[in-house]
């Protein structure tokens, strides 16, 4: 009774001690230890939940294999017990096939539920954001359909409110990962796929491509910045009233492989993430063709000609439906 | 005339690449000339191609892959090299970013599959057949056709570095980038028709040696008496069989859209890259079980004969061989945890991950009990196994680490991957197969190789890869991504990786040793008379070194599983030595040149496709048919060696 009384304690300890030395021992630079947002704080857990679990196995391991081998050296004199014929123990044997399927046990449960729970937005009052992005060779294309702004290789969200970011690719496949935000998705060409992020301190936190896409990849980085609601409010007056448009043709010229600095655009054209997902082969996203009569088989031109706003709503509701998709 | 050689040297042999490429060259030039030359000074061609090239003999198959693995090692070692420099401080101009995606492209899939399958195969080559009493595979034709496709596959992959251009989309290829939309050079068919042409010949050596160990084990050779390592062969051979063929599919479908045109991959006109990913994982991932299972199989031999003890816990030993052949084909999506398959695919492949780590782990106890209360001696192939453990059980933690699917968000693509699996592969692999080449090394050769020479390489190479490897996991946490050619100065990346790269020299340091030991120990090396150096346990050592051209004058009759080590306790050992009544005529295959010929054919048609040159590619696929056809039209491929011969043998050798 008192073992466990005492026990329990201890073990909560061992995990604070933990991790205050892997958060506090490592510097702000360990963007992966110093998460600012619920999704990458959920992640941490499981980081030191995960360590503290295979340190059960791995200290006991590397003991034992420095105590067997000075121990049984092969030295004169050694007096050690020496019994070339023992080779079986069934408790022993019980023991090590035991301890680690209980083990896997542990994690596995705890995975899947961290698994099944960043599927959903981080549980908050706050209306979510949603940002569409695409990444490009070698950019990062960020869209507001609600603010109907747009910006590349830096994105604003406010404080305090889940981000539903949306992510196809328009070039080879990229990975899209704000470390201190929280994991990455890929991002696929005719594939919408969705990520819930959220910044729970205002800072400017680093994001890079984490896929590799040729020669640029090592300079597709972007800046995520966290600002007050206020803030970001103000920030999208400002761009659309300070920036240019961002036309179709202006688009397929950011398309064309290059490296390029930041740049913000007052408004993009309609349904431009919805027709790359569809013009790199979207109609096989599942859900996404459900109540669309014909659509099937059509390429994206032949789309083009008939369709128009209302078809880009039908799209959308078809994406709600896969809402499943990712994490 | 000048104008059209001017333009060959710029598309082929990239003369604008500047002095890298020239220096290479020239260096391939000189090499080639000195083979040449030395072999027709010392007039050695006759008996290259009579004893080498045309060999059918395991074991000189097994020398000839061993050879070519550790001159891979050093190619992928020196790409290795060139991308620790370029990384050892931000902003480096060493190598551009061209030049930086074609190394480490062509380091991941020399390392894996021209340098890790043929160390595999060598030891598979020479040891299985010795280990079960046996005087040659099942298909001694077929294994000389594997490996020189294996090598010819790989020559194919090498030259592209001089030739046309290396490939640049990484080990793994993902389509679309290495579509012919974003990447339309030849380095990515040189990759897909290398890989391909060597594959073949892995398929046929698992298939090879599954039919060996099952049928072609000496009497009395039950299953549970058969040794360990011959058991991870097995196993590595069921994963090769059915793992391999999805590579072939995944790389001909590519191929196909790179050369005619098809839409398998491509995002357009019904294609899915999605499919290629999948594909490549199915095979990828019992990969890395294949190439490191052998490695276990090898700790198991040298742990049992340097602790002078039983293996301990036989029976689960081979339970977890067989049951990680089984779990490593659940485990493939965990590659791509982030490609959004749902949270309910993701929960079952991390959980399948996770899973394979309990049969790893419990050979790790099995090893260590192994040792307890036995009598450790510290030889080379020791020292290796005893390093092996620290490393990959560290390397199989953050492999657990890794397998928890909403962490991997965080770790996925960043080094904290890389650095767990150069941990699992270098600890796993390479540490087992340079312990295994110590521990069989006098079996091939006769002799042994120098201690102090190996130790240092030992050192060298351990505390090297401790350096070079750790500060990737911090890395990882940094949020610095993998194959990033540079990296800003204000991430605060650049002392670690500084550190990294010191490391990664002294890995290189270690690798010199080792040659430097094998070049002085040809002289020097304590030559092995007894034909058993480590006092074995096992049948091989029962056999001179280095062995016979027939290895057993008489198969051996087998009663327990330590065959070799129980006679030698119960004074027995003249029971394994030919008596001159004993001797028959022994049946024997032929050499022939034509596995090689074909070898060259595959080349040839390789080279014409990787190039579109239709002309040259069906001229090689026409030789492959007509070696094909000779073959099935061959009946006189086998002969006998006399028993006089044999006596004659064994005499000189004192065992008669």
Known sequence: MKRTQLRKPNRVLALAALTALLVSGCGPEYLVLNPVGPVGREELHLIVLSTVLVLIVVIPVLALLVYIVWRYRDKPGNTAPYTPKWSESKVLEVVWWGIPIVIVAILGFYTGKSTFKLVEPPPTDAKPLTIQVTSLDWKWLFQYPGQNVATVNYVEIPVGVPVQFELTSDAPMNSFWVPQLGGQEYTMPGMAMRLWLEADQPGTYYGHGANFTGKGFAHMDFKVKAVSQQEFDQWVQQVKANSPALTLAGYQQLKQPSVVGTASYSSFPQGLFNDTVWADGGRYMPGMTDGMEGMNGQTADARKQTSSSDMHGMQMDGMQMSGKQGH | ?656
């Open chain 2, 1 to 656: 005339m000048p104008e059209s050689l001017r333009q060959f040297a710029d598309t082929y042999l990239m003369w604008q690449e500047g002095p890298m490429i020239w220096i290479s060259d020239v260096l391939i030039l000189l090499t080639s000339v000195g083979i040449v030359a030395t072999l027709t000074y010392f007039k050695k061609w006759k008996w290259l191609w009579r004893e080498w090239l045309t060999t059918v003999d395991h074991k000189k198959i097994g020398i000839m892959y061993l050879i070519a693995a550790l001159l891979m090692m050093f190619r992928g070692g020196a790409d290795g090299l060139l991308m620790r420099t370029q990384l050892a401080a931000p902003g480096m101009h060493f190598l551009d970013a061209e030049h930086y995606d074609q190394i480490f492209t062509t380091h991941g899939t020399i390392m894996i599959l021209f340098m890790a399958m043929p160390f595999i195969f060598a030891l598979f080559n020479i040891v299985v057949p010795l280990q079960i009493g046996a005087r040659d595979v099942a298909f001694p034709y077929l294994n000389a056709i594997s490996f020189w496709l294996f090598f010819f596959g790989a020559l194919l992959f090498n030259i592209s570095f001089v030739f046309g251009g290396s490939p640049d989309a990484g080990w793994t290829s993902y389509p679309p980038l290495s579509e012919l939309g974003f990447d339309n050079g030849p380095g990515e068919n040189f990759y897909l028709l290398a890989l391909q042409i060597s594959g073949i010949g892995s398929i046929a050596t698992g298939i090879n040696f599954l039919v060996t160990i099952l049928k072609m084990r000496a009497p009395g050779m039950t299953l549970m008496k058969t040794p360990l390592f011959t058991w991870s062969v097995l196993s590595a051979c069921i994963m090769i069989i059915f793992a391999f063929p999805a590579l072939t599919v995944a790389l001909a479908l590519l191929m196909l859209d790179r050369i005619v045109g098809t839409h398998f991959f491509t995002i357009l006109q019904g294609g899915n890259p999605m499919m290629f990913i999948n594909l490549f994982w199915i095979w990828g991932h019992p990969e890395v079980y294949i190439v490191v299972v052998p490695a276990f199989g090898v700790f198991s031999e040298v742990v049992a004969t340097f602790a002078r003890k039983e293996t301990f816990g036989y029976t689960s030993m081979v339970a977890a061989l067989l049951s990680i052949s089984v779990i490593s084909y659940f485990v493939w999506a965990h590659h791509f945890f982030t490609m959004g398959a749902g949270a309910d695919v993701n929960t079952f492949f991390a959980v399948a991950t996770m899973a394979v780590g309990i049969p790893t782990g419990v050979k790790v106890f099995n090893w260590l009990f192994t040792m307890y209360r036995g009598r450790i001696r510290m030889s080379l192939p020791m020292l290796w196994t005893i390093a092996f453990v620290p490393c990959f059980v560290i390397g199989g933690a953050t492999g657990v680490m890794l397998a928890v699917a909403p962490a991997d968000y965080q770790y996925h693509n960043s080094y904290f991957l890389i650095a767990h699996f150069h941990q699992v592969l270098i600890g796993g692999v390479v540490f087992g197969m340079l312990a295994g080449m110590y521990y069989w090394w006098p079996k091939m050769f006769g002799f042994k190789l120098d201690e102090r020479l190996g130790r240092w390489a030992f050192w060298f190479f351990n505390i090297g890869f401790y350096v070079c490897f750790m500060p990737q996991y911090a890395l990882g946490f940094m949020g610095m991504q993998r194959r990033m050619y540079t990296y800003p100065a204000d991430m605060g990346w650049g002392t670690l990786n500084f550190v990294s790269t010191i490391g990664a020299y002294l890995m290189g340091i270690g690798f010199i040793f080792i040659v430097a030991q094998v070049l002085y120990s040809i002289k020097h090396g304590e030559r092995d008379l007894t034909g058993d150096p480590w006092d074995g346990r096992t049948l091989e050592w029962s056999l001179p070194s280095p062995v016979p051209h027939y290895n057993f004058a008489v198969i051996p009759t087998v009663t327990d599983r330590d065959m070799w080590w129980v006679l030698k306790e119960e004074g027995r050992t003249e029971e394994l030595r030919p008596k001159k009544e004993d001797i028959q005529p022994i049946h024997m295959p032929k050499n022939s040149g034509r596995p090689f010929l074909m070898g060259v054919a595959f080349f040839v048609a390789g080279l014409g496709f990787v190039f579109n040159w239709y002309v040259l590619a069906v001229l090689g696929l026409l030789g492959v048919v007509v070696t094909l056809l000779r073959r099935s039209f061959e009946y006189d491929d086998e002969y006998y060696i006399q028993p006089e011969e044999i006596e004659h043998v064994e005499s000189a050798l004192g065992r008669l």
